[in-house]
């Protein structure tokens, strides 16, 4: 089965990385308990947004992320999650996920905005 590009309709292979990077991406940016046939797809990050950034958030914010990446994206294992804010645009958070696709056990960073640009 091909996957496909959100942005431009074509085709992506389910193996690459950007198929990767767009279903991370998908996962985190959803509402948990959106999809109907799918209750459990999704993260709580949206329902984070728009809380104080303290400490409290930023714990919760990385344990969503674990917990999202965990039940929903088999080809990741979570390494290490960073949180950053993006002074260039709007507030705006940006998560920096090191990661090892199971398949090729090479660590990896990605970048995965938390609201839309």
């Known amino acids: 089965m091909t996957g496909l590009n959100r942005q431009t309709g074509r085709g992506l292979d389910p193996n690459s990385d950007e198929h990767l990077i767009q ?3 998908d996962i985190l940016t959803t509402p948990l308990n959106l999809r109907v046939g ?5 993260s709580e990050l949206p ?6 950034l303290n400490a409290r958030t930023r714990i919760r914010i ?3 992320t674990a917990m999202a990446l965990l039940n929903n994206e088999p ?11 993006d ?16 398949p090729r056990r090479t660590p990896t960073t990605l970048s995965v905005s938390l609201r839309p640009a």
């Open 38 to 42: 799918r209750r459990g797809y999704g």
């Open 87 to 102: 002074a260039a645009h709007s507030p705006r958070l940006l998560l920096d996920i090191l990661r090892t696709d199971r």
């Open 62 to 64: 990385f344990a969503a």
């Open 47 to 52: 329902d984070l947004i728009d809380q104080p």
């Open 75 to 85: 080809r990741v294992r979570l390494r290490r999650v960073q949180l950053q804010i």
């Open 23 to 25: 279903s991370i991406g």
